[in-house]
């Protein structure tokens, strides 16, 4: 293309383009920032993209706004990181804030109420799906009794002790890091 | 501590740090924070929150950061929750790259984060199981079952994605109340013509 843009503006228009097309949460988006980081502007190689991939991964925390974060500062330093964010996450952000606001002023109406109502059934069945797959990869990584053993603990823990949930994780890392070695 | 920013800096850093396996698994942790610790909101407006977002493009857990945080405190709040949430990982991200072989080749790092799956399935299961309940109290069981088994049969059997079967749920939904309104008038029309 003949028009040069400048690089702040390319970052924020990357991970805009690539967030806004991904539909359904930040890993969706990911081969559409593979798109634009890699064929597109070539700002990352394929093997840098694969490394980054797989530190985000070991990372806590959206996935699309930590690779958003490092391509940004990669290519423009701080003022790319935060224009690489403000790509992510603005757009999304804004367009609920006010579809929301929409909704609540019309709380009362039958319209609303009725969309309020059902659309508990489908979150339950998404729920109940992710739970599933959640498991899946859980036996599929550290087998059955670690998982039914952690699951079993972590249903009494959350369920019937109501401990915060952030004990309930940072006892099963403790588990994870210390305790799997050993079987 | 009655400051939000302070309630929404740490509410949303907690749950930033703790997400591990990417958005879907830290919105119960979300809903901990705003639903039972902080009480931002209620579940029914939480459940209407989480489904909208699913409606909208990108990233699900800023979208909600995003509308907690302006909830409580408009567009200053709106951007105190978004950086809780995704600063840490994202400053952690630009730092660790130089180690970047020792963290993921780690099995230590590995068996951690997959020991949290469990916990992270545990809570998925309890947010099923608590919307699935109040569906079926707002429903009934007949109708609640009925919708349970065609969401089940649109997300996994046809593979719909999740965001387009809650908009046709949602636009039923937008008529639903007209319909069994419609269906009562012509019950009780018939009652009263045979009486």
Known sequence: MGIIIPIGVAVFLAFFIANILGYGGGPASIPLMYDQIVTRYGWLDNTEFSQMLALGNSLPGPIATKIAAYVGYDVYGWPGFIAALAGTIIPSAVALIYLLKILRKYKQSPIVKGMSLLVQPVIAIMMLLLTWNMAADAVGSIGYIHSVFIAGLAFLALGKFKIHPAFVIILAFAYGGFIIPLT | ?195
């Open chain 2, 1 to 195: 501590m009655k400051n939000p920013y302070t309630e929404l800096t740490i509410g949303m850093m907690r749950t930033g740090i703790l997400g591990f396996g990417g958005g879907p698994s830290v919105i119960p942790l979300i809903r901990h924070e705003a639903v039972s610790r902080y009480h931002w909101l209620d579940d029914d407006e939480f459940g209407d929150t989480l489904a909208i977002a699913n409606t909208l493009p990108g990233p699900i857990a800023t979208k909600m950061a995003a509308y907690l945080g302006y909830k409580l405190k408009g567009w200053p709040g709106a951007i105190v929750s978004v950086a809780a949430h995704v600063l840490p990982s994202c400053i952690a991200m630009v730092f660790l790259i130089a180690f970047i072989n020792v963290l993921s080749n780690s099995a230590m790092i590995s068996n951690m984060i997959a020991a949290v799956m469990p916990v992270v399935a545990v809570m998925l299961g309890q947010m099923a199981y608590e919307f699935g309940e109040k569906a079926v109290k707002g429903l009934g069981k007949v109708l609640g079952i009925t919708f349970f088994a065609i969401s089940f049969l649109l997300l996994q059997v046809i593979s719909l994605h999740p965001g387009i079967v809650i908009m046709m749920f949602l636009l039923y939904g937008a008529f639903h109340y007209k319909l069994k309104d419609r269906l009562k008038n012509k019950k009780t029309d018939r009652k009263e013509e045979s009486a």
